[in-house]
């Protein structure tokens, strides 16, 4: 009983830290906003008229949020195992590309088509990660390096299937569109058609919703965030990973296999950032593209677990708030032409902010010592 | 040109942004901070020199700033990580936020909206040996086109490998690395020195940056580092944290891009047809075989990444 206080009490404080990170990034944001000639409170309320005020916009921000709670509860996983999975931008990359192949070259029925499409996602994603753990285990390559190669080569991995001339479209380096039967849009097809269109047009809130691709995706983030917390809390799994991500030392001596676990815990991270990309093409793109640039939903997710403290269920907040962020950000640049990047100079500082938990109890002894110091100072003369 | 002497010196122009980074990546962690955040730094540091040199007319002027702009990040992780404690690695993947949003923010105001900077064109870094040997004499080839940058980042290594092995303060430095209470009893001030440490390793990392952006090409753009920092980091691993090794991990970077470089030109694509996304891939590819068979036993300083703190 006692215990359990002090584990809520611990846990209010950490939110309530996380809150105050939260504050000083947006505070921050408006310092830089303000300094380079922006009024930042017109910048924040175009911000936050960009989230809410119309149904598209909330949908667009669950979008957004889908992928992001799935690589942020990737890279939360790896944390709570006592690893660093920045990889999950190449997981994600792979789960994307493995969705995209099965969901639009291969021809299954409806109801088989969306499960293999996904179970391939996580297979793909996961084998791509637990190489990492394979080569920590086995041949002791810190997984932070081993990850962020392994991001580099699924990047260009992706663009060259992507340009093969069997698989790309016509004149544009792109996959084929996936198949009717794969996807996860909700009613894509009814939404287009006669009835629904007279529906929607009696029922304005659900036809701005129907304008997004609003899918199934973000059930599925939820769920797996639940699942997450159960594998870790209450299997034996989750304790033994638990337990070697707190001291290897005693993981050893009390019998674990470590090796075996490193392997396992980048399974299962790879899964989830596979899962993220997959349920994306899914979704939301229905295909992949060459890239120029790294998404960065992977690298994303490793804020998202920060801000959530990795705690699974909190990823799916964070991942909702970090989309507010990434999804109403850019409209102050259409609308004032304040730089965009204004937004990661915000997470930036939060994520400062959330890697100093001990900020409040250093500034406090440091206030406490000057203010011993003048009263001895001051007794001396 | 003879293919020989290409390659080397491809290898050298492209290993010079490495060197500076990991070199500054080698001091920091020798003090004792993980700096998973030159990435950021060396990102921050591309624009600044890229636009300073821009507006001053000088490459200097723009390498020094590059400088002071990665130094004022690697203040921001100091600040974090030695006075506050911080985790080093959360902390360093802040200012990979935080260098490319100043970097990206500052362009937009500073060249009207856009995320590149303008050409530079007479106003790049200068080539002291261009000239100076047989005109298309294997050394004209091997160094005549190398920038000033190239050969700082090369003097260098000997003067940082001389810092850390032959002087106080780089005994004092491997000692915070290794065991910073021992440091500290011994009257050694840890924190200065880890300020020391990181500063000087994030003004080496704006060089490696503005080293792209003002020697290597002539403008800054979004893509320019693309992951160039995290290679630099796994140099000081496969170097194993030292100035030399990671002089030679660097080479074996800059080797791999020159070699995709070859690669890709026409003539050898007619014999030998790799895809240009399989050259783009080579140099990870080679630099996890090489992690993986060389790697082996850990030799990081003993507490690396580990906030000092005093008892009271």
Sequence with gaps: MNNRKLHKKEWVSALKFT????????????????????????????????????????????????????????????????????????????????????????????????????????????????????????????????????????????????????IKRE????????????????????????????????????????????????????????????????????????????NVNSAEYNGINVKKNIIISMLICGMLAGAAGGLQVLGRTRNVAELAAMESYGFNGISVALIARNSPIGCIFSGLFFAMLTYGGPKIQSALGAPREIINIVIGTIILFVAVPKLLSILKSKFKRTIINTKISKGDE | MDIFAFVLSTTFMYSAPLIFTALGGVLSEKGGVVNIGLEGMMYFGAFMGAAIAYYSGNPWIGFLAAGIGGGLLALLHAVACVTFKANNTISGLAINFIGPGFALFLSRIMFDGATYTLPLADKKMGMPLKGFFMKDSFLDNLLG??????????????????????????????????????????????????????????????????????????AFNPTIVTGQGFIALSAIVFGKWKPQGALVACLIFGFSTAIGIVLGWSSVQAVFPVPSQILAMLPFVISLVILVSFVGKSVAPSSVGIPYEKDN
Excluded at chain 2, 145 to 167: G, M, Y
Excluded at chain 2, 191 to 218: C, H, K, P
Aim: net charge positive.
């Design chain 1, 19 to 166: 809150f105050f990170s939260i504050f000083i990034g947006l505070l921050v944001g408006a310092i830089v906003l303000a300094f380079s000639g922006y009024n930042p409170i017109q910048a924040y309320s175009i911000m936050l008229s960009g989230i809410f005020s119309k149904p598209s916009y909330i949908s667009y921000v669950v979008i957004y949020a889908t992928p992001l709670i799935l690589t942020g509860l990737s890279v939360a996983f790896s944390f709570k195992t006592g690893l660093f999975n920045i990889g999950a931008e190449g997981q994600f990359i792979i789960g994307s590309l493995a969705a995209a192949l099965i969901g639009g070259y291969l021809n299954l029925p409806a109801y088989i088509h969306v499960p293999v499409c996904i179970l391939g996602a996580i297979l793909a994603g996961g084998l791509w990660g637990a190489f990492s753990g394979f080569l920590k285990a086995k041949f002791n390559v810190n997984e932070v390096i081993s990850t962020i190669m392994l991001n580099w080569i699924a990047f260009h991995l992706n663009n060259f299937v992507v340009t093969r001339p069997s």
């Design chain 1, 171 to 246: 004149g544009m380096n792109v996959t084929q569109f996936i198949a009717d039967t794969a996807r996860i849009e909700i009613l894509p097809k009814w939404k287009n058609c006669e009835a629904a269109l007279a529906f929607r047009e009696a029922h304005p809130i659900i036809n701005d919703l129907l304008r997004t691709p609003l899918n199934a995706g973000i059930i599925i983030a939820i769920v797996t965030a639940f699942l997450i917390k159960y594998l870790l809390d209450r299997t034996s799994l989750g304790y033994s990973l638990r337990v070697v991500g707190d």
């Design chain 2, 145 to 218: 086109s190398q920038c000033h940058t190239t050969f700082i980042a090369f003097l260098l290594v000997p003067v940082v490998w001389f810092i850390l092995q032959k002087t106080r303060l780089g005994l004092r430095i491997r000692a915070i690395g290794e065991y910073p209470k021992a440091a500290d009893t011994l009257g050694i001030n840890v924190a200065r020195i880890q300020y020391f440490v990181v500063i000087a390793g994030g003004v080496l990392a704006g060089f490696g940056g503005a080293t792209l952006s003002i020697a290597v090409s002539s």
